[in-house]
């Protein structure tokens, strides 16, 4: 049962460097999010996917970029890495529709130096 | 304003109290209301879901919504030290944001003995 995996759990940056933080679902979810999570400032959406195809912007988008590469693949780009992108990283999926549960990854530590 | 604002914590109370967690959010249109619990170094995990005004009981906890208000609030009878955690609200949009869901900040519960 592995739900949803995401990788790397944790990873050190240089500023300016590029990365990709990778999510995988394995129950057939339609909608898929990523989120990060600052001291304080609870979870806040980067970008989400609500079905296969399309994505749109969350609440911070701003030195992201997604791809949804197929029905269970969602995965986080930065190009040039910044301090202020150092938080926990996670990574969700739901089925769409009214209300159905999310189910998050366990998240990703990364950390821009 | 933020789309989803809970009560300023952190919230202490002793075991075997009441804990009373608020949550008020802006979009008029969402549908779907969440409450979910994170221990310190985890993901967030769900507790409890309501859609509909009213209350909705499951164990020790009871979700209550008031979409005029444009209120939900969790309540947590006989609190026990284990139930120390992050609570998160999370609201699920309609409409033109179909599928989005967004946090609010957080409300840090501490069950003392």
């Known amino acids: 049962n592995a739900g949803v995996t995401q990788t790397p759990k944790f990873q050190v940056l240089k500023t300016g460097q590029s990365m990709t933080l990778q999510c995988a679902q394995d129950m057939n979810h339609n909608s898929m999010y990523w989120y990060r999570q600052d001291p304080g400032m609870g979870l806040r959406l980067i970008y989400y996917?609500?079905?296969?195809?399309?994505?749109d912007k969350g609440e911070v988008p701003n030195g992201y970029n997604v791809s949804r590469l197929n029905k269970r693949e969602f995965s986080l780009r930065l190009e040039s890495a910044a301090p202020s992108q150092t938080s926990v990283y996670f990574c969700?999926?739901?089925?769409?529709?009214?209300?159905?549960?999310?189910?998050f990854g366990e998240g990703s530590w990364l950390t821009v130096v | 304003q933020k789309e989803v604002e809970q009560n300023s914590g952190p919230l202490s109370v002793p075991e075997g109290a009441i804990a009373s967690l608020n949550c008020t959010y802006s979009?008029?249109?969402?549908?779907?209301f969440f409450w979910y619990r994170q221990y310190s170094g985890k993901s967030p995990e769900l507790i409890m879901s309501?859609?509909?005004?009213g209350d909705k009981e499951d164990g020790r906890f009871t979700a209550q919504l008031n979409k005029a208000s444009q209120y939900v609030s969790l309540l947590i009878r006989d609190s026990q030290p284990s139930d120390s955690a992050t609570y998160l609200c999370a609201v699920k949009a309609g409409g033109t944001s179909y599928g989005k869901l967004t946090f609010g900040q957080g409300t840090i519960l501490t069950v003392h003995p």
């Open positions: 979009d008029r249109g969402s549908q779907s």
């Open positions: 309501i859609y509909s005004n």
């Open positions: 969700a999926s739901s089925e769409s529709g009214f209300g159905n549960t999310i189910y």
């Open positions: 996917s609500a079905s296969e195809g399309t994505t």
